[in-house]
């Protein structure tokens, strides 16, 4: 009878042996940013649920009151769904996307009820959201507000003389000034939580976020940064546009309407141009002549706003800089007489250049400050997006990844056409350290 127990409990081992456990694969808890809901990660949750040992969990949350008020309720809510075990497990990897990766570290630092042994942040304001400063300070509702002014700039110079003063002295402004204090505004409210107790934390200098990072835990942490080409304003806004789809729509449309005013433009001032010359034969030309030229000022005030509208942009969420660069030219030493004006000296200087033409240049090396724009997700600079202190292998960049896509790049408008955040997270997966996940292949 002992022999016959020993054997069986043997075999009850070894059948335990052959069926995944569902401890061996890996809690990864898929967090929202603001706005979002819980399904926002689908695709990846479901993708390397089936790839590798990982089990991804969900939990949707308010994101709108709050960094600490969405940190409790997400955790309170999932820890009941997963068990105390499981909750608590070391093994356990949060990945947070815009204000997801902050709240995956404001728990973290809680330590209480949910237990991360790594953090991925992916896009996520770690050092701040400029764009909420921006907003709180107008300026976003100044740019709006110009653009719209700008961009009317045009169309209302083409009608009827008496129609262009009454539009563009009263009801263009009119109609600008409230589409950027009332109807944005609202939209983004209702759209995109930027109005709200959660964004005024994530601002610049909050107290949340200036206690955020100085108690940063030793945690193992990873951050993806998104960058996307330009014109990241008009591609990020194609992306919310068509569920990822499509980055370049806007990019079109902006074109096309840029197009037109350029048109617009060169059509006034040729028109212009040609009564100004007629005015001579007869003065009544000179009228029309200034009335074109007005129409052509007044298009090219669009078309140039629509130049500088990425530069705009990249003003609200900061993603300018100064970078100093060196340059190297070769200096006529006849030229300091032509800046001076002395001419006579410049005739001796040149006459002498032509028996030792060598002797009249010299290498001169000068710095310039020049204004570039900093890679970002066009919603967060890439110094933003990253957790302080992190070491340069922990920092992975999304290329061709504007914010709006960091949850998804399955439609491949990428740089390299592919799946990148596919591609970013199976690097992570495939590491050696806390974050090393094995293919479900080879076994849960």
């Known amino acids: ?16 042996t052959l069926v995944p456990a569902q401890g061996q694969r890996r809690n990864v808890v898929w967090m929202q940013g603001l706005g979002e809901n819980s399904t926002v990660w689908n695709v990846y949750r479901n993708l390397f649920d089936a790839e590798r040992c990982i ?21 309170i809510t999932l820890a009941g769904n997963m068990g105390a075990a499981q909750a608590n497990s070391p093994q356990n990897i949060a990945v947070g996307h815009s204000m997801g990766g902050v709240v995956a570290r404001s728990i973290d630092q809680g330590g209480v009820g949910l237990n991360f042994g790594g953090i991925v942040t992916v896009g996520s304001p770690n050092n701040g959201a400029d764009i909420v400063n921006s907003e709180q300070a107008g ?28 539009v563009n002295g009263w009801l263009r402004q009119d109609l600008c000034n409230q589409l950027a204090t009332d109807v944005v505004p609202q939209v983004l409210e209702d759209n995109t939580g930027l109005i709200s107790q959660s964004a005024n934390e994530l601002a610049v200098g909050s107290p949340e976020m200036v206690t955020l990072n100085n108690n ?10 998104g960058n996307e080409n330009g014109p990241i304003h008009w591609r990020m ?5 068509t569920a990822n789809q499509d980055d370049q729509v806007l990019v079109d449309v902006a074109n096309g309407f840029r197009g037109v005013y350029n048109f617009f433009y060169g059509y006034n001032l040729s028109l212009g141009i040609v009564n100004s010359i ?63 004006g002395d001419y006579l000296d410049w005739e001796y200087c040149m006459d002498a250049c032509d ?30 997006q990253t957790v302080n202190g992190l070491a340069p292998n922990n920092v992975l960049e999304a290329r061709g990844v504007n914010h709006n896509e960091e949850t998804n790049t399955t439609f491949l408008q990428t740089d390299q056409g592919n799946d990148e955040m596919e591609r970013l997270f199976n690097l992570i997966w495939d590491r050696t350290d806390i974050f090393g996940t094995p293919l479900a292949s080879t076994g849960c």
Request: hydrophobic residues 35%; glycine residues 6%; charged residues 20%.
């Open 139 to 166: 300026d976003v509702e100044d740019v709006l507000e110009d653009g719209c002014n700008q961009l009317a700039r045009g169309p209302a110079s083409q009608l009827p003389l008496i129609l262009t003063i009454v």
């Open 1 to 16: 009878m002992k022999i016959n127990l020993k054997y069986l409990v043997l075999g009850l081992l070894c059948g335990l």
């Open 278 to 340: 007629f005015g001579f034969l007869n003065p009544i030309n000179w009228f029309s002549a200034a009335l074109h030229l007005y129409r052509a000022h007044e298009w090219k005030q669009g078309r140039d706003w629509l130049d500088r509208s990425e530069d705009l942009w990249n003003g609200l969420i900061n993603c300018h800089r100064f970078e100093t660069i060196s340059v190297t030219s070769d200096v006529h030493e006849c030229d300091e007489y032509l800046e001076s």
């Open 355 to 384: 028996y030792h033409p060598d002797d009249c240049y010299s290498t001169v090396t000068t710095t310039e400050e020049i204004f570039v724009r900093r890679p970002s997700d066009g919603l967060f600079c890439d110094d933003r």
């Open 55 to 75: 089990n991804g969990r969900i939990q949707n949350a308010n994101t709108d009151d709050g960094i600490n008020t969405f940190a409790n309720a997400f955790t």
């Open 237 to 241: 806004a194609s992306s919310f546009l």
């Open 216 to 225: 940063i835990t030793n945690t193992p942490k990873i951050s993806i940064v």
